[in-house]
């Protein structure tokens, strides 16, 4: 009973999310069309993204509670790095911060009706399996981070359908923050892989996310070589978080 209950929310939720991506899509249309194009992105996640998310989880009944949010600098860029469970992650990372960024998206993701032409003006694509394409999506970040547009990135590289807390890390998130001297920010989203299964993607439950960032890390003075140290440092602290629920 309860997994009918869950599908026929998941079900409402989906036609939601369908009449607010049309309406939204028309409000990005008109920014990347009339808006400054060196602005235009920046524009439309402060006043679109942010708030279709908002609109997206009012009407699923999802209230997002933002932990230590004020570890975040308003004029520091930075390389934001997330656990990955369901596709609830990418609107609750929206909110949790005030920063403009992009998202580093699979290629594919780029060919999706719709959802497509969203990525391919907003996000950072990259095909992975491209040795010369991944380098030109890293040059692609670098360059936003010296324009003041940080980078999220979910280092898993997909959602996490183990049973396992985190599945292990890729090393690009980190690579990126130390070659450009950026600091790297943790958050640490609990909940939102039982209100929206990764493998049963049309049950959906209304209730709370919880989104926890901890404190930026520097990477001033790092090289490469503290790559594992620092992605090591990520894990541990996302794994506590995770482990402790965040204190309910």
């Avoid at 402060?46 to 600098?73: E, M, P, Q």
């Avoid at 600091?183 to 640490?188: D, G, K, M, Q, Y």
Wanted: proline letters at 4%; hydrophobic letters at 45%.
């Amino acid at each position: 009973m309860i997994r009918i209950l869950k599908a026929l929310w998941g079900i409402y939720a989906l036609l939601i999310f369908v009449v607010t991506l049309i309406i939204s899509i028309i409000c990005y249309f008109i920014i990347f069309t009339f808006a400054d194009k060196k602005t235009a992105a920046s524009t439309a996640h402060k006043y679109v993204s942010r708030n279709w998310a908002r609109t997206l989880f009012f009407f699923f009944g999802i209230r997002l509670k933002i932990k230590n949010k004020t570890f975040l600098k308003k004029d520091q860029t930075y390389v934001f790095v997330a656990n990955h469970l369901s596709q609830l992650d990418i609107p609750a990372d929206a909110i949790a911060t005030d920063h403009v960024f992009k998202y580093l998206a699979k290629e594919e993701l780029t060919k999706i009706p719709l959802m497509g032409y969203i990525i391919r003006n907003l996000y950072i694509s990259v095909n992975r399996k491209d040795k010369f394409a991944r380098a030109k999506s890293m040059e692609n970040m670098q360059n936003n981070l010296r324009q003041g547009i940080s980078v999220f990135i979910f280092p898993e590289g997909t959602r996490n359908k183990s049973d396992q807390p985190l599945l292990d890390f890729r090393d690009g998130a980190f690579r990126l923050a130390i070659e450009s001297q950026v600091p790297i920010a943790a958050l640490t989203l609990l909940n939102t892989g039982k209100l929206l299964s990764p493998s049963r993607p049309i049950e959906l439950s209304p209730g709370t996310i919880t989104c926890v960032w901890s404190e930026p890390i520097s990477t001033k003075g790092m090289t490469q070589d503290d790559i594992p140290v620092l992605k090591e440092r990520v894990i541990s602290e996302m794994k506590r978080i995770l482990s402790e629920g965040h204190l309910q």
